[in-house]
Each structure stands twice: as structure tokens, then as C-alpha cells.
């Protein structure tokens, strides 16, 4: 269906031409009694306290539970990791020679508390700090490996799915995940007119076919307060858009900008659903479980989405000591994804038979609930494909052969 203009009152325009930075503060605190009453919101752990004694000195409770201090101290060069972490040769060479196509770095002080400093294979570091690995170009590799440039009917929409779209209104997040699967366009700063997003809203508004809104980037959640509340509301007044879902890694890297203004916020336009990025138990900490639970308490359903990743979470046992955590914070798991191919992430990449046994080895031996959808992102746009370890092993006479979680043979009476 060609999609028809959409004419929106000026009145309903985004509040400006074009938005500002992220770690442009949003609306700094008005007085002293407004910024104790927000740090006393929010609890911090020990972690994180020492951390910022040693690193920050001159940081303020205040200053270290603000999402928008946060934002303005990011770690983003390699002088200022150098002066946090003990850095490996690999490490060091690889922040040398970065170029202006490559991803960019970024970390939150918040999030650089959880890793080990002396440890270049620390699970979180691996998955934040680049290393020359990523110079290094294999066979199936791609700068957009899920063809969504080729799903792509307006600026800044993905329509690969007949009833759901894929928004991407950011290319920015808090802090950069080295096996990015949107890794050729995130961190470019090129920011978002209002022009781009009203070409997204009027293709949804005029294809009825598509009830499920997906918005991501970048990450949403990184933007201020008044932006997603504009955004939510158009969406939102779409008589067939019947859910609203946002994709974020925030509550992880970043819990702090999970205030009770932007919950209060988020809630007004229910259903909507926050689909999280979690990757290891190291992340679940007081600060992220609190975030989690301001979400819940609001009424919004939480789901996680874990990629595989070698040498960080590709075992049994720390995948289910994090789908347990997720689990005890009210966050369903959802999807474990096999990494996507893009270029530079051989080292990152499993192979699916290790998915299949962590798979494997969480049916049966623990609750559903703390099961994900084991998939693969189809290369070339083919979608999400599921991958299950082989139950039914053959038929006979009238009887079904299925196998349980232990192996064990079972007959069901399955007359054709």
C-alpha cells in the first residue's frame, strides 16, 4: 500500500526542529531540596561508591545518581580509559587506529564500575572496550547483515514483519556495545528532524495492517523526557497501532535515567513494553534491579533480549544464573540471539551448536518463564528463525517418539 501524507497541526509538531544532544541536560535541578529529593530516589551500591571516590573525587551523590551527569562523563577516549583500566596491547592498538566509520566508544561511569580494571577479559569489559579483533574482516560478514536498509520504505522505519514496524528515531546510546548489530549507524551524531519523523508516523498512519510499533535506534530512552512523551502521543492516537514496544539497553548501562517523572511519564500510554538488553548476571546490580522495579511497579511488561556471545555468556551455568535474576526482577526473557555477522565480530560469534546446549540446558531444568527463544536473525532480511534442539525423534505405528530434557524416549498416542 503506498503510504498516504499525513498533515500534523503545527500545535502537534515535535518541540523542535531538531534534537538536541542526550548529555544535554534535560532540566537540571531548580534547587538544592529538588536534587536531594531525587538522589535520595535512588539508592547506589557500594560498587559503584568506591568507584566514583577513587575515579570521580569531586562527583556529588547528586552529580552520580544524575542520568545527565552521567552522559557528560563518559568514558570516550583512550587517555581516560587508560586512567581507569590496566589496558592489554590488543586494547590499546585497536583505540589508535580507530577511524570515523568505526564504532564510536562510549561507557558510562556508572557502568565502567562493574568492570575489573585488570582484566581484559572481564565478560562487561569485553563487551564495551574494543580490541583489534574487530579489525579483522571473515567470510559471511556484513555491514548490515539483517538487510534492514533493504526493508526500509521511509527514512528511519523498518517494515520486514506484515503487522509491525521497527522505528529507529536515534542512532545515539549511553554507552556502545562492540558487537552492534546497527554498528554502521549508531554513534554518527547526525541527529533526527522533525521532518524524518513525521514521514515514519504518517507511513504507520496510513498502513492499517500495522498494529506493533517497535521503537529503537540507537537507544530511545536516552533521549529527554518531552521527546519520547511526543513521540508515544502520536503513536499512541493510531486507532490499528495497538502496542507500543521500546528497545533499550538503559536500565542496564544507564538506570539512572529511570526516574519517577519518566515512568510517570511512560505509563500514560499503555500498553507499552520495554524489551531490555542484558548480557551477563554481572549486570544486575542494586541500581538496575531498582530501575526494573520502578518499571514494573508502573504496570510495564518487561522482556529481555540476550545475545550469545563467546567467552562472556556461552555457558549453562551463567546463562541461567541470569535468566534466574532477570526473572526475580519481573523481566520475562524473551530472545537469546546467535550474534548477528556484522564485520569485525568473528570473535564474539559461537558456534549454534553451543546455543542449542545452553538451550538445551535450560528446559526442563528450570521453570519456563526463564526459557528464551533460542534464534537466528535470518542474514539478507529473512527475519527471526527458531532454533530447537530435535524432540521428536520418529514415529511408531501410531505412536509419536518425543524426547524429554534427559534424553529419555516417550510414546504419545498420535493416530494419523
Known sequence: MKPKALAIPETEEPPSNHCPGPDEPEEPPSSTALAKAISRAFAGSSNSLSFRQKFFPTATDIDWHSWQWQLRHRLTSLKQLNKIFRLSEQESHSLQFTGSNSLPLAITPYYASLIDPDNPDHPLRRTMVPTTHEFLVSQGEEQDPLGEDGHSPVPGLIHRYPDRVLFLVTDYCSSYCRYCTRSRMVGKRRGHSKARWQKAIAYIAANPQIRDV???????????????????????????VEMIRIGTKTPIVLPQRITPELVNMLKRFHPLWLSVHCTHPDELTPESQQAFARLADAGIPLGSQTVLLAGINDSVDIMKKLMHGLVKNRVKPYYLYQCDPIIGSSHFRTPVAKGLEIYQGLRGHTTGYAVPNYVI??????????????????????????????GKVYRYPDVI
Do not use: C, F
Open 214 to 240: 517497535l521503537i529503537s535506534g540507537g537507544d530511545p530512552l536516552t533521549m529527554p523526557d518531552h521527546y519520547l512523551e511526543w513521540l508515544l502521543g502520536q503513536l499512541h492516537r493510531i486507532k490499528h
Open 377 to 406: 536473525d535470518a542474514p539478507g532480511g529473512g527475519g527471526k528463525i527458531p532454533l530447537l534442539p530435535e524432540t521428536v525423534v520418529g514415529r511408531e505405528g501410531n505412536d509419536l517418539m518425543i524426547k524429554n530434557y534427559e
